[in-house]
């Protein structure tokens, strides 16, 4: 069954460093979304993206955030200089999109430690 | 944002009894609403979904049930297993086609053998 693969499993990194998450949506999915979840608190919508641009961020995807479809297969987030308060587990998710019942299909995550 | 509230943090059922997670959402705009299983270390797993044109959508054990006047929905598991053990969330939004997840806390159920 088709899935949502994200890597890497684990990524840590030092206060005011890049960083880059990667995601390989399912392969017929149109749209495409990061959430995250800061540990205890909800899951978070970021940001979805479709046709090579954004159609809908969130509060917290400032300007720090930036997202990318760089080829036909892999969906980035990048976080340009992190915070402390980035620390969470950031999901991708894919979906078609172009129905009533659309449901979105979640990656196993990114487990993100800035020190 | 408390526009989708889970009130039970945890759930404890016997193994093959019904276990019943309740949701509630304020946002009169939500039309489209899913259930999502979560297990440590691994990304929301979907279960069943419902649309507001609805009030009951079923598949095998998972039944979910809407109650738009109250606006509240329910996920019943029957009977529960043990594999069942898991968090579950809530999550809706406007529209289905590429829009926005809002979650609930989440609830956590544990089936006992």
């Known amino acids: 069954e088709p899935e949502v693969t994200q890597t890497p499993s684990h990524q840590v990194t030092q206060m005011g460093q890049e960083v880059i998450l990667r995601c390989v949506p399912i392969s017929n999915h149109l749209y495409f979304y990061w959430y995250r979840q800061i540990l205890g608190q909800k899951v978070e919508f970021l940001v979805s993206?479709?046709?090579?641009?954004?159609?809908?961020k969130s509060e917290i995807f400032d300007d720090q955030f930036s997202v990318e479809r760089p080829d036909g297969s892999n969906f980035t987030l990048k976080i340009r200089s992190t915070k402390l308060e980035d620390s969470a587990m950031y999901f991708c998710?894919?979906?078609?999109?172009?129905?009533?019942?659309?449901?979105?299909?979640f990656g196993p995550g990114t487990r993100l430690t800035v020190l | 944002d408390q526009q989708v509230k889970q009130n039970s943090p945890s759930l404890s059922v016997q193994e093959g009894r019904i276990s019943i997670l309740n949701c509630d959402y304020t946002?009169?705009?939500?039309?489209?609403f899913l259930w999502y299983k979560k297990y440590p270390a691994e990304g929301p797993t979907f279960l069943i979904s419902?649309?507001?044109?609805?009030d009951k959508n079923e598949d095998g054990r998972f039944t979910v049930f809407l109650n738009k006047s109250a606006k509240h929905l329910s996920l019943h598991i029957v009977p529960s297993q043990p594999g069942d053990s898991a968090v579950y969330f809530c999550?809706?939004?406007?529209?289905?086609?590429?829009?926005?997840?809002?979650f609930g806390g989440g609830t956590r159920v544990l089936v006992k053998p």
């Open positions: 999550a809706a939004s406007v529209g289905a086609a590429g829009n926005k997840l809002t």
């Open positions: 419902i649309s507001s044109i609805k």
């Open positions: 946002n009169s705009m939500f039309d489209y």
């Open positions: 998710a894919s979906s078609t999109g172009g129905t009533s019942t659309d449901t979105q299909y």
């Open positions: 993206f479709y046709n090579n641009e954004i159609s809908e």
